[in-house]
């Protein structure tokens, strides 16, 4: 036997065994041939060991190549292979099978060792839930056998096997071992074992859950990210534009958050009113975690914020604009999709942790804070749904079809705003009984934490964080028509690009606020801004999103909806979705959701009233015209009479 290396012979990396567990002489065997191998490893001969501990040579030999073998648990077997008549290999049975009576261990493996289609059959029965396992107290039973071994007997026969042939020339036809495989198949794996016992999602080991990292200190360092559909029944009070009011009920309500691990801290956080959100709100959360925040307007009786709280970038200025160093994701589309990935690796600069699914404790800060929104916020609330259908809490509140108490959105976006105050400054069990605020204050301002910002010409213009849309300049030098892009079916344009007749035929790269899509940031091929572009005709009226302009020109194309050329698109878009609320909370939902999108560009109460966009006026080429002085006669029409 050639000796193998110093490395494999390292017995403190072999696996021990309990002699105390063993059988009187099977004791006695083992620690003979421990002691043999440990004094092999230590470089003694051969008739050293040999006098010392009785062990014949060959003995030594075979246990020695025992112990370096595999595992099935990916280590060596190292001592364990050294116990007395334990196998280190799984039976391989070499002789074919008899026709009749006993002496068919290993008989089914060897089946499936020949027959690899059979193999891939039985593999298949696993995936497809075609058999399962059911338990009932600490037994398992396994269901859906008989079917099972119906198409197993028929691939048999698809292969030529005959009635003299094994498994079918016995009377049970392998159906006892086509279940023990089954089952060893099925156990090998506990993720597929639980699943396959009808297990919605597999906890991991709460012991293992933190083992491999050390825990964060450092503020910004890693935050979690995720979103949560409220459980609460909403209404929406809407006014037309002759101030009658209507009340409609619309669909659960998604909250986006992102959570500071160190310091529990919420950063940022979003109320999307859809039925499902996508990458633009997740960027949002981002801008409005990056963005300095804005304390809340209380307008409800009895709503109190606590002194005590605040939001971060609030109560320590040096947090605006302050970057993450890493995230921490789910498998959801919008999380995953390029958008929002090229803006966490990119523009922030931060590495994205994507956890594996049906596995929430991987994030479980954010996870614990939507369970807390749950218990002390939304499951309080009149009109919860709570958090299955035979939750005790849905049955006490429910308004049982009084519509006027229910929540409405404006009274939730209130609620919600002062709930994430007082959270930030409510002691924290995780912190030593200290608030979010408070850690975050003893990490920015006593320790002294470095943090990243975000570039100063990006603060200026989080529309950056967008996907730019490309998009070529087009107009006419014969036809005399100006230099315009085409955004979303919508022309945009400006004074500087309307006199670039050098730039008809270039590509521009445009990027866009994506609660407002009325105003473009324009920039050239090499970098360069051309600056602000505006929509034109009434598309420039109302604050709308993307979302919207795009679901109202499928309206238009589906030929379900139509607005005139002068007539403000939004609003018309606002009376269609009206006729039709009042039977579904999808369109309800979508007039709630125009509605937040111009809440957001619209001015707050006590703030200066922003500008109106000014039109865009073509310079004139040459001196104006003259005005008229003293009354002006109208000229004498020279239609005929009779003209039609």
């Known amino acids: 036997m050639r000796r193998p290396s110093q490395e494999a012979l390292d017995l403190t990396r072999w696996p021990g065994v309990d002699p105390q567990a063993l059988e009187p002489d099977v004791r006695r065997r083992y620690r003979q041939r421990a002691r043999a191998v440990e004094l092999y490893a230590k470089g003694r001969s051969i008739e050293h060991i040999q006098a010392t501990t009785g062990l014949d040579r ?145 906890k991991p080991a709460a012991a293992l859950a933190f083992a491999p990292e050390r825990p964060v200190t450092a503020p910004f360092h890693t935050v979690e990210f995720d979103a949560h559909k409220l459980d609460v029944r909403l209404k929406l009070l809407d006014h037309d534009p002759l101030g009658e009011e209507h009340v409609f009920e619309i669909d659960r ?214 996907t730019p849309h490309r998009a070529i300049v087009r107009g006419s030098l014969r036809r005399g028509e100006k230099p315009h892009v085409s955004f979303y079916h919508v022309r945009y344009t400006s004074h500087e690009l309307a006199r670039a007749g050098d730039l008809i035929g270039k590509p521009l790269r445009l990027y866009y606020d994506a609660d407002d899509i009325r105003r473009l940031r324009a920039y050239r091929a090499d970098g360069t801004e051309l600056g602000e572009l505006v929509a034109g005709g009434p598309w420039r009226l109302t604050p709308h999103d993307l979302e919207t302009r795009i679901r109202i020109f499928a309206a238009k194309r589906n030929r379900g909806f139509r607005f005139r050329d002068t007539e403000d698109p939004i609003e018309a878009f606002l009376d269609w979705k009206r006729k039709t609320a009042g039977k579904s909370r999808r369109d309800a939902s979508r007039i709630a959701h125009v509605k937040e999108v111009m809440a957001r560009k619209r001015p707050r109460s006590g703030a200066a009233a922003a500008p109106p966009a000014p039109p865009v006026v073509e310079p004139a080429s040459e001196s104006p015209l003259p005005l008229a002085s003293g009354p002006v006669k109208a000229k004498r029409l020279t239609i005929p009479p009779g003209f039609a």
């Open 253 to 466: 309500v998604w909250l986006l958050a992102l959570l500071d691990v160190a310091t529990r801290a919420i950063l940022g956080y979003t109320l999307c009113v859809k039925r499902e959100y996508n990458r633009f709100d997740v960027i949002r959360t981002f801008e409005r975690a990056l963005a300095p925040a804005r304390p809340p307007e209380v307008t409800l009786p009895g709503v109190v914020p606590m002194r005590s709280g605040g939001y971060v970038s609030l109560a320590l200025p040096e947090t605006q604009y302050a970057c993450w160093e890493r995230i921490r994701f789910d498998n959801a589309r919008a999380h995953l999709a390029a958008g929002s990935l090229e803006v966490a690796c990119e523009w922030l600069g931060c590495t994205v942790e994507v956890g594996p699914p049906y596995r929430p404790d991987e994030r479980p800060f954010i996870e614990r804070f939507f369970g807390t929104v749950a218990a002390q916020f939304s499951h309080r609330l009149p009109g919860t749904t709570g958090s299955k259908p035979e939750d005790i809490v849905r049955s006490l509140k429910d308004p049982k079809g009084e519509l006027r108490l229910v929540v409405s959105l404006d009274e939730l976006k209130e609620l919600l705003a002062v709930w994430v105050w007082n959270y930030n400054g409510s002691p924290h069990a995780g912190l030593f009984s200290r608030t979010p605020l408070e850690a975050m204050h003893a990490a920015i301002r006593e320790r002294g934490t470095l943090v990243r910002h975000l570039p100063a010409p990006m603060q200026q213009h989080l529309c950056l964080l967008q």
């Open 58 to 202: 060959r003995t030594l030999y075979r246990a020695i190549e025992r112990a370096l073998k595999a595992h099935p648990d990916g280590r060596a077997w190292g001592f364990r292979a050294l116990i007395p008549a334990l196998r280190v290999k799984a039976y391989a049975r070499r002789a074919p099978p008899v026709q009749r009576g006993q002496g068919l261990a290993g008989a089914f493996e060897q089946l499936l060792d020949r027959h690899e289609s059979l193999e891939r059959l039985v593999r298949q029965l696993i995936q497809t839930r075609s058999v399962w396992l059911v338990q009932r107290g600490s037994q398992t039973y396994l269901r859906g056998l008989n079917p099972a071994h119906d198409r197993f007997t028929a691939a048999c026969r698809a292969l030529g096997l005959t009635a003299r042939d094994y498994p079918l020339n016995h009377q049970e036809e392998g159906r006892r071992s086509l279940a023990r495989a089954l089952r060893v198949r099925i156990a090998a794996d506990f993720d597929q074992a639980a699943r396959s016992a009808g297990a919605p999602r597999v």
